[in-house]
Structure formats: structure tokens, C-alpha cells
């Protein structure tokens, strides 16, 4: 199996970008950060060991102690010039590979540093072409390794983009690689923590392409259930559960509109369906949102805000409504209500998306508003900007971003009020909520 494209050409990145600036992916996932970035002069001439450089840069990045995190840091106890004479597998070491060559097209990318990026570049093509060896074993799928190599490349496209769909192409061939294992004989610690780290971007992405996850069948929400420590970490798998059905759901109803528009049939029976399965796993969510506001280190409170001065200025009529601030004890809680709005604006999309197929017992205002309500409790949890350490824990989340990408794409087609007001707020917080690191698995 191939899933990445191991050819080395010169066109493949063009590397002296006007300005220095990065590219551009179409995920929220590739907002990179400026603070704390110094811009190094070109003439400045590369140090005899720079990978050590790189690395720290990386490490400052990423998430603390995820795969990518703890790829690096064995990199750095390791002689990295006699990295390709080392005598384990390539499925064994494709991943320190994948990771220098990410971090040294980061550091140069970020610090406009052409020489370093070409290097970068192409240390990368080395580590597609040793990645595609591996692949030829017919049990890489086993290696940890080669999850993680997988995981780097689509890290790297959200950060520093070589093509549009680069970053689904990965994630596409992660999940193959993933549908090849047996959930119940690939639960190590470790493995259980990889899984856990890919929760998320295996969810985005098929909620992001219209696809359903494996996540979703019934053997992989058992395993990975199984191994939840505490009554916190279930809570949070259940949540993940009911976005894996998300997938599900719109699968099915994209495939189904294919099917009535090629043979131009009504299914009304199977559009009935598809809205009976979305209502009961709407119940689903709201009794998990219960249950989880009934824990007191979920609790929040509300204070007004002063957002309306900014919405004014735009020229835009703000709703009668007075917006407030949702202000949290910890980051996980924030994250998790986010997490929960994302799966609910999920839902209500299917619902208005099959509104019109069928009698309705709910009008569409309806579904409407409470997606509008959604959007706003997304707006709600973002910090303002005094609050620096809250603001840069959020930034450091992809939920974060997913749930500003899915709040834009639940506005889009809507011209009311409501919707242009709520689209502002959403400029308003990415600029001045979402600023600093990102941090990735």
C-alpha cells in the first residue's frame, strides 16, 4: 500500500515565498503562531548542529508528551548522523525521520530561512521514500512507528500546506492503516494514548470530507471505553462516540441524495430513517450534556460582555439578545462544551439539510435558531484577550479550531441578522482569542 507520494521534484514546494509568509491550507488547523517567532537574518549561516535547534523549535509547538512530542525527544538523545545507519526496521524508524524532517521545514518555513527549508524539503522526500519501503511490509500496519510517520506528514500539511488535499490524502491513508489492526490486540499504554491523540483529527476529517470513521464501529468504541481511567475520561469517549455517529449519519444521507438524484426516486422511507437516527442521537447528546453539567468541575459561570461595540462598528444590527462570556475553572471543560457544540451543529446540519424530504414535526426556524445557539456558545467560550494563559491553553487545541471552521460553515448560505452578527463575533474571536501556539499530538 501507498499513500503518500514519495516522488522528489523541485516543483513540489515553491520555497521563496513573497514576504516569507506561509501557505495557506483551507483547515483552521493551519493558523500558525507569530508571537515569540524570531526572524533570523538570511546572511545568518546555518551552525554545525542545527537539528538540536530545530527540534526545541518543534517541541515548542507540539503538544507535551504526544507521539510527536516524544518522537523528537528520543531524537535528541540519539546520534542524528548516524540516524541512517541504525540497524532497526524502517517500519521501526520511519517516524524519526518523518519528525526531523518536519521540524527543520517548520523552523526554516517560520524563520523565512530558504537554505533550511530546502534542506527540510528535501530530507522529506528521503522520509516519503522510506515510508513507502515500509508500507511494502504486510504488517506495518503493526508499528506504532508508522502510525506516527503518518500523523507527522499530516501535521506538517496544516502547518507549512504542499497541496490542498495533502492533509486529507494522509489522513485517509492513516485511517486505512488503523482499519487493518484488530482493536483487541493493539491496546499497550502506549498505543491506547496513540489512539486517544488521534481521536480528534480522525473525527475532523470525516466529518470534514462527509465520510464516516472508524471509530464509529462498534469494536473500536469498545476498546477504547475498556481503557478509560476514570469516570472523566469516559464521559469524554461517550462525546467522541456520539461524533463518530455524526459521520455515520452523514454518509448515509450523502449517499442516499447521490441515489435519489441519479435514479431520480423519492426515499422518503429511507429519509425517514436517517431523521429518526439523527433525532435519537440528538436525545443521546443533550442526556450526555446532562450528565456531564452535573459534575461541579464542569460548572461555569456568565458575565456580560462588550462585544456589541465592535459588532456596531461594523454595521452590522446586533440582536436584541445581550451576549455574555462563558468563564471556566479549567480547559478541559471549555474544550469539552466546544466538542459537544460541534457534534450538535453536526446534527442539526443533517436535520436542515433533509427538512424539506419530509413532513416535518419540528418547523425549520427551529433547527435553525438552535444552530444559531450553538454557534453563539462556541463565540462564548473563547476567552477574551486579557486572559493570556486560558487564551493560549485554547489555541493550543484543534477543537478550538474545528469549532470555529464548523460554526463558519453552519452560517454559510445565511443572510439573516442573526447569522451576520454571529459571523462577526466569529472574526472578532478568532483575532483576538486565537493567538499564540498551536499545539498539535
Known amino acids: ?152 506528514l499530516a501535521i506538517q ?25 484488530d482493536p483487541r490486540l493493539h491496546c499497550s499504554p502506549n498505543t491506547i494514548s496513540l489512539y486517544r491523540c488521534l481521536r480528534h483529527m480522525l473525527l475532523f476529517a470525516a466529518l470534514g470530507t462527509g465520510r464516516s470513521t472508524i471509530l464509529a464501529k462498534p469494536e473500536w468504541k469498545t476498546m477504547l471505553r475498556q481503557h478509560c481511567e476514570n469516570e472523566e475520561q469516559l464521559q469524554e469517549q461517550l462525546l467522541y462516540d456520539i461524533l463518530a455517529d455524526c459521520s455515520v449519519l452523514a454518509s448515509e444521507r450523502d449517499k442516499l441524495f447521490t441515489r435519489r438524484t441519479a435514479r431520480r426516486e423519492n426515499a422518503s422511507d429511507e429519509i425517514q430513517i436517517i431523521r ?83 413532513p416535518q414535526t419540528t418547523p425549520r426556524d427551529h433547527l435553525v435558531a438552535a444552530a444559531h445557539s450553538a454557534v453563539l456558545d462556541i463565540c462564548r467560550c473563547m476567552p477574551n484577550a486579557t486572559n493570556e494563559n486560558f487564551r493560549r491553553e485554547l489555541h493550543a487545541s484543534p477543537v478550538a479550531h474545528c469549532a470555529l471552521q464548523t460554526a463558519r460553515t453552519m452560517l454559510q448560505g445565511d443572510d439573516s441578522v442573526n447569522a451576520k452578527w454571529l459571523m462577526s463575533m466569529l472574526d472578532r474571536k478568532s483575532a483576538t482569542s486565537m493567538t499564540g501556539r498551536i499545539d498539535f499530538t
Not at 45 to 56: D, G
Not at 157 to 181: C, Q, W, Y
Not at 277 to 282: D, G, I, R, S, Y
Not at 301 to 329: C, K, R
Open 276 to 358: 429518526t437516527n439523527t433525532e435519537h442521537l440528538c436525545e443521546q447528546l443533550w442526556d450526555w450534556k446532562i450528565n456531564w453539567g452535573a459534575n461541579p468541575a464542569n460548572a461555569y459561570m456568565e458575565i456580560p460582555t462588550v462585544s456589541n461595540t465592535h459588532i456596531e462598528s461594523t454595521g452590522i444590527d446586533a440582536p436584541s439578545i445581550a451576549p455574555t462570556a462563558l468563564v471556566f475553572a479549567n480547559i478541559t471543560s471549555a474544550l469539552t462544551l466546544m466538542l459537544y457544540n460541534i457534534a450538535l451543529m453536526h446534527l442539526l446540519q443533517i436535520l436542515v439539510s433533509i427538512h424539506s424530504s419530509l
Open 157 to 181: 500539511e496544516t502547518l507549512v500546506s504542499s497541496g490542498p488535499d495533502h492533509f486529507l490524502n494522509h489522513m485517509s491513508g492513516l485511517e486505512k492503516l488503523i482499519a487493518l489492526r
Open 1 to 152: 500500500m501507498t499513500f503518500v507520494d514519495a516522488t522528489i521534484v523541485a516543483s513540489r514546494r515553491k520555497i521563496d515565498r513573497p514576504h516569507g509568509a506561509l501557505s495557506t491550507s483551507s483547515s483552521t488547523l493551519s493558523m500558525v503562531s507569530s508571537p515569540g517567532t524570531m526572524i533570523l537574518p538570511p546572511s545568518v549561516p546555518i551552525p554545525p548542529n542545527p537539528q538540536e535547534i530545530y527540534i526545541m523549535f518543534a517541541r515548542s509547538h507540539l503538544a507535551k508528551d504526544g507521539p510527536d512530542d516524544l518522537s523528537l525527544r528520543a531524537l535528541q538523545s540519539m546520534d542524528i548522523a548516524r540516524l541512517g545507519a541504525n540497524s532497526m526496521s524502517e517500519c521501526q524508524t520511519a517516524h524519526l525521520r518523518a519528525v526531523l524532517s518536519f521540524a527543520t521545514i517548520f523552523f526554516g518555513t517560520k524563520h523565512r530561512q530558504t537554505e533550511i527549508t530546502r534542506q527540510g524539503f528535501l530530507s522529506h522526500g528521503v522520509t516519503l521514500q522510506q515510508l513507502n519501503r515500509a508500507l511494502l511490509d504486510p504488517k506495518c500496519h503493526e508499528f506504532d512507528e508508522v502510525i506516527v510517520s503518518v500523523i507527522t
